[in-house]
């Protein structure tokens, strides 16, 4: 069964110092690791994706993540965060090798940048 | 990238009607559309798949007569809560994977229901 972690409900960071939000995930196949951000009363934004290949995927907004198999982790990252980055931050995996599969998410990380 | 739009962006309704929500594709066509519910500050709960031409796929424990779920188009999949009540107040989000990639989904901006 897949599965993902998000171990903290709440990151706060100081502007313009680096940010991370961890997550953790289970997946029988080959995982399709994804992260998205929600603001208030909306949808969600897809902001990077690891499919295959290079371990440190780059996205949207100047964030970044690191695919790690051995931790079975794909850490989001940014080197500078900014105020407007304030949202809450879902991870997401899915079975690479089901195609018709169903995308599982994270319970979510509230993002806080303070100025 | 793929564009999906849900229709309305919140609504309020008395129990016991019924409420409709659209989800749309709006350039490109998508065969499977999903369908979650969301509650405050919490994650995405998966509802149902959504086949374009066929019966959606209902998660366990979502009840399927009570959140009606029709595919009619290649561009358009409703969502109808049927007899409302308070407790299903809640966020409902709709998404479609990307026809270009096959991987990552796109979400509508999400429908905000207020039973009273």
């Known amino acids: 069964a897949q599965s993902v972690a998000q171990p903290e409900d709440q990151v706060n960071v100081a502007e313009g110092n680096p940010l991370t939000v961890k997550c953790t995930y289970s997946?029988?196949?080959?995982?399709?690791l994804f992260w998205y951000v929600q603001y208030p009363n909306r949808g969600l934004q897809f902001l990077l994706k690891?499919?295959?290949?290079?371990?440190l995927v780059k996205g949207s907004y100047g964030f970044e993540a690191e695919f790690n198999k051995s931790q079975t982790s794909f850490h989001l990252k940014k080197p500078s965060a900014l105020v407007s980055d304030s949202a809450l931050y879902f991870c997401?995996?899915?079975?690479?090798?089901?195609?018709?599969?169903?995308?599982?998410f994270g319970q979510g990380t509230e993002l806080s940048v303070k100025p | 990238g793929a564009v999906v739009s849900q229709h309305p962006s919140w609504v309020i309704c008395k129990s016991g009607t019924s409420v409709k929500i659209e989800c749309r594709s709006l350039d490109f066509q998508a065969t499977t559309m999903f369908w979650y519910r969301q509650f405050p500050k919490q994650s995405l709960m998966l509802m149902a798949t959504?086949?374009?031409?066929?019966?959606?796929?209902?998660e366990q424990g979502v009840e399927k007569d009570k959140f009606l779920i029709n595919h009619a188009s290649l561009t358009l999949s409703t969502l109808t809560v049927t007899s409302a009540h308070p407790e299903d107040s809640s966020f409902y989000i709709c998404?479609?994977?990307?026809?270009?990639?096959?991987?990552?989904?796109?979400f509508g901006q999400g429908t905000r229901l207020t039973v009273v």
């Open positions: 690891y499919i295959t290949g290079d371990n």
């Open positions: 998404s479609a994977i990307s026809p270009l990639t096959n991987t990552e989904a796109f």
């Open positions: 997946v029988s196949g080959n995982p399709y």
């Open positions: 997401a995996v899915r079975d690479g090798g089901n195609q018709g599969g169903k995308l599982i």
């Open positions: 959504s086949n374009e031409g066929s019966k959606a796929t209902y």
